[in-house]
């Protein structure tokens, strides 16, 4: 089972900032936090991954909050070509993770509707 | 740098047949993974392969299977299909390192093979 819920659903605006929410109260101490994306009939594609410090890239800044059990995945101008169903997803990591590497468990993700 | 490619993209078989799917990884890569895609359960992980060796398998009946080659490449193989196999099958691809460092867990996704069984 997913170790992470997510809404089902959110709305933002094109040019505003989109903040997508993620519960993983069972967080253990060598898991990290990824978040994938999935635009509509394609792969996921990786956006975003971390431990417990917050961490930004090209493409979004993922806030992890300080008791790690939730995080927040920050798209900082959503535009149309955001819109996707995003997975947030814990896993092993490091040393310790790499005989889990390939395994991914999903939940249901949220779906982000960017809106004109 | 060429991405995960997947072939066929599209297959339509009947009850009972068997499919072979194929997954070429990014160059470089020795890990890769097959996940099963259908709207009511979600992306579901089927299993993962490292140096032709099995490493990881979901919770699937032995229909399913897969191998991996020397080169990496891997196939995934669905005998005696029903019509519950109906799919998006997608194949992932990692490097695995043995460093601490999380970025070589990163998973890069191929585009995916939509299999219909009638």
């Known amino acids: 089972d997913a170790k992470t819920t997510q809404p089902p659903s959110m709305d933002c605006a094109e040019g505003r900032a989109a903040n997508l929410p993620c519960n993983h109260s069972t967080i253990s101490g060598n898991e990290y936090v990824y978040w994938y994306r999935q635009i509509h009939s394609q792969g996921p594609q990786y956006i975003i991954h971390?431990?417990?410090n917050n961490e930004t890239n090209e493409m979004a800044s993922l806030i992890i909050t300080e008791d790690r059990k939730s995080s927040t995945l920050i798209l900082p101008h959503a535009t149309l070509r955001d819109t996707a169903v995003y997975y947030c997803i814990v896993r092993p990591g490091g040393l310790h993770g790499s005989s889990n590497t390939g395994k991914l468990i999903f939940g249901q993700g949220t779906t982000l509707q960017v809106k004109p | 740098k060429a991405g995960v490619t997947q072939t066929p993209r599209y297959l339509i078989k009947t009850r009972g047949q068997q499919v072979t799917l194929s997954c070429s990884p990014i160059s470089g890569h020795r890990s890769v993974s097959w996940y099963q895609q259908t709207p009511g359960q979600g992306l579901q992980f089927l299993f993962e392969?490292?140096?032709?060796?099995?490493?990881n398998k979901g919770n699937f009946p032995g229909r399913f299977s897969g191998r991996q080659f020397s080169n990496s490449r891997s196939e995934m193989n669905v005998s005696t299909l029903e019509l519950g196999d109906s799919a998006l099958y997608l194949c992932a691809s990692s490097f695995t390192g043995t460093s601490g460092d999380s970025s070589y867990n990163e998973q890069f996704f191929g585009p995916g093979t939509r299999l219909t069984v009638l």
């Open positions: 971390g431990l417990k």
């Open positions: 392969y490292f140096s032709e060796t099995q490493r």
